[in-house]
């Protein structure tokens, strides 16, 4: 059954603090114009808001109780034949998106200059953000993950990266290790990231899929979208491509923009470019029959 309106999921959080770094990407996303866009496509959509976690202690309580509240989000969203669009400051996010999809063979299509694969015992900067992915799987956290509501411990043999390159040889070889695929950015030659992420598509089944956009997927020749820049990413015509291919390709359960900081850089630009590829692949989605219009 295709979905018959968008659920927004509005999450304005990093590590719990609201409007604080990546936590304002969701507001710029929203003031310069996604709204607008979504009218555009006549496209029926309600806004499901994340409320403050203040109450639980320290970033790490507080961010697992976004994850709990963004499952529950996505689960009443997909209950209601609604596609679950996630607006949201950390990465992390999608560990709740699919929490809240509750579909076991779940595939992934991931969009993104780093793996979110790391554990306490291989990470060097104390980001809690680059751990969504191991807790996923049930390496990390596992009594705080395992509170989430629909968790269940998934493998990763359908998970395909595109854009994957900035990594230390330990994470390279984890995602290897991992069974997953990675379409890997490079510094010494372009990449035709569209070409390549429909070869891979049609040779392997990847739905359903959760679709994960970091926007630090973009090459670093576009400004900071965040503190972790880095080059040999997309550029914005790529972007757009894979974004128009991925629903036509795949069949999309949910798509998480993520990961911007609208004032580590020219927050307007990479705004209007995290709104063109949304809209991009909700027309797309469209197109596909996976989504009808009002």
């Known amino acids: 059954m295709p979905a018959n309106a968008i659920t927004i999921i509005f999450s304005p959080y ?3 603090l609201r409007d604080h770094r990546v936590g304002n990407g969701p507001h710029r996303i929203r003031r310069l114009g996604l709204l607008d866009e979504l009218e555009r496509l ?13 109450d639980f202690e320290g970033e790490i309580g507080r961010s697992f109780e976004i994850l709990r509240r963004t499952s529950k989000a996505v689960t009443e969203a997909v209950a209601q034949s609604k596609f679950p669009l996630v607006l949201s400051g950390n990465c992390m996010a999608s560990a709740g998106v699919a929490c809240g999809l509750g579909i076991k063979d779940l595939g992934f299509i991931y969009f993104d200059a780093h793996d979110d694969l790391d554990s306490p015992d291989v990470n060097e900067n104390g980001y809690l953000d ?9 390496e990390s956290w596992k009594t705080l993950i395992s509170s989430v509501p629909g968790y269940q411990p998934l493998e990763y043999n359908r998970f395909l990266y595109c854009g994957l390159r900035d990594q ?4 390279r070889q984890r995602v290897i290790d991992a069974g997953m695929t990675a379409i890997w950015g490079e510094t010494s030659h372009k990449v035709d990231y569209a070409a390549e992420l429909q070869a891979h598509l049609e040779k392997k089944d990847y739905s359903p899929a959760l ?3 970091d926007l630090d997927v973009l090459d670093e020749s576009y400004g900071k979208v965040n503190d972790y820049p880095s080059p040999g990413g997309m550029f914005e015509s790529d ?19 993520c990961s911007f900081d609208p004032d580590a850089g020219d927050g307007d630009k990479i705004a209007r470019i995290a709104i063109r590829a949304i809209s991009t692949f909700i027309k797309s989605l469209i197109e596909a029959g996976k989504l009808v219009r009002d």
Request: with cysteine.
């Open 14 to 16: 990093h590590v719990g």
């Open 42 to 54: 006549q496209i029926k959509y309600d806004i499901q808001k994340i409320d403050p976690v203040d």
């Open 130 to 138: 680059a751990m969504g992915l191991s807790m996923l799987r049930g």
């Open 239 to 257: 972007l757009i491509r894979c974004m128009e291919l991925v629903p036509k390709q795949s069949l999309p359960t949910s798509l998480t923009v």
């Open 211 to 213: 679709v994960h956009l």
């Open 168 to 171: 230390s040889e330990v994470q």
